[in-house]
């Protein structure tokens, strides 16, 4: 067998399978016990923050690590879902029941709706649509006066399931939090192992040789895109409850940097990448903002030292690391 780099190649395809086989059910084991060995509130709304956003850069890397599409609106999806859940409480309807296919729906719409237009672009073209669209939503929050406007909306209370006050529980709201985590993952890897993601991966390897054997690309990335925004809208849902807040923030252009930052701080092409990289990136931003307010200047060096030595992210370092130790 011929060694490439050093490396043979097949055993690196085998450390590649192992960690992709182990990884992403020790990290659910891991998100599972968390409520059992500390029941404080604190830990757990941190931990229900950190699988609200890796539910938005589990959809978001279905686009960047698999379609090769980088979106830099993808928080708009986010905020449409939030807006969903703070429109309707402001209205009297507080059923979950109701506030989550409307965030859902919402957000799935406008990811029809726009994506029919982006993905006629391709490059840093689709790049600046998605961009464009992202501020188009959050100028038209920002002008919502009667929903808060610039200062955003305060929700009245936390939606009710089928009439039983669960998200008021610290540990129900985490459950179910994990539970959305967890559906999200299992659909996102159910899609790409099947015959659909099969053509759509061809698309973003060679769309004229798919299309040459009969496969129209824009329709198979359509659907994905609008299972993106879906899966943000169900993001934005539960950030909405977790808060009790709903703003214009949510769908900035700076928070589209963020979910990409966590997606490929993780890793791209994994989705447990994208998980991982919103926990890094949370206590990360928790723990350096302890020390000044300006962390980013700090986060900044760390994630170019990322992106230049672990192509893959942090996955992709810790599979170095671990090929480094097998060899020495």
Not at 120 to 143: C, H
Not at 145 to 160: C, E, K
Not at 186 to 192: F, T
Not at 292 to 309: D, R
């Amino acid at each position: 067998m011929v060694a490439v780099g050093g490396i043979e190649p097949q055993s690196t395809a085998r450390a590649s399978l192992s960690a992709d086989a182990i990884v992403p059910w020790l990290l659910f084991g891991f998100l599972v016990l968390v409520p059992l060995v500390s029941g404080e509130t604190y830990l757990l709304d941190r931990f229900i923050r950190i699988m609200v956003f890796a539910i938005a850069a589990i959809g978001l890397d279905l686009m960047v690590g698999y379609g090769a599409l980088i979106s830099f609106g993808h928080a708009a999806f986010v905020g449409l879902g939030a807006y969903a859940v703070g429109v309707l409480a402001v209205h009297g309807v507080t059923e979950a029941a109701v506030a989550l296919p409307a965030a859902l729906a919402a957000s799935a719409l406008f990811g029809l709706l726009t994506g029919m237009v982006s993905l006629r672009t391709r490059g840093v073209y689709f790049i600046m649509i998605t961009l464009a669209f992202g501020q188009m939503v959050f100028f038209t929050a920002s002008s919502l006066a009667p929903y808060g406007g610039d200062d955003g909306l305060t929700v009245p209370s936390r939606d009710t399931i089928f009439g039983l006050a669960l998200l008021q529980n610290p540990r129900a709201f985490y459950y179910l939090a994990f539970a959305c985590l967890l559906a999200s993952y299992l659909l996102c890897r159910a899609v790409v192992a099947s015959r659909f993601g099969r053509v759509f991966r061809g698309a973003r390897e060679n769309p004229a040789r798919m299309a040459s054997i009969g496969f129209d690309s824009y329709r198979f990335q359509l659907v994905a895109y609008v299972l993106s925004a879906a899966l943000g809208g169900l993001a934005g849902f539960l950030l909405a409850n977790l808060t009790d807040f709903v703003s214009p923030a949510y769908m900035s252009w700076q928070r589209s940097g963020d979910l990409l930052i966590m997606v490929i701080f993780g890793g791209m092409g994994r989705f447990y990448g994208a998980i991982i990289g919103a926990m890094a990136y949370l206590f990360l931003e928790e723990l350096l903002s302890d020390y000044t307010e300006h962390w980013k200047v700090i986060f900044g060096p760390l994630l170019v030292i990322v992106a230049v030595f672990a192509r893959g992210g942090l996955m992709g370092l810790a599979e170095k690391l671990v090929r480094s130790l097998r060899r020495g």
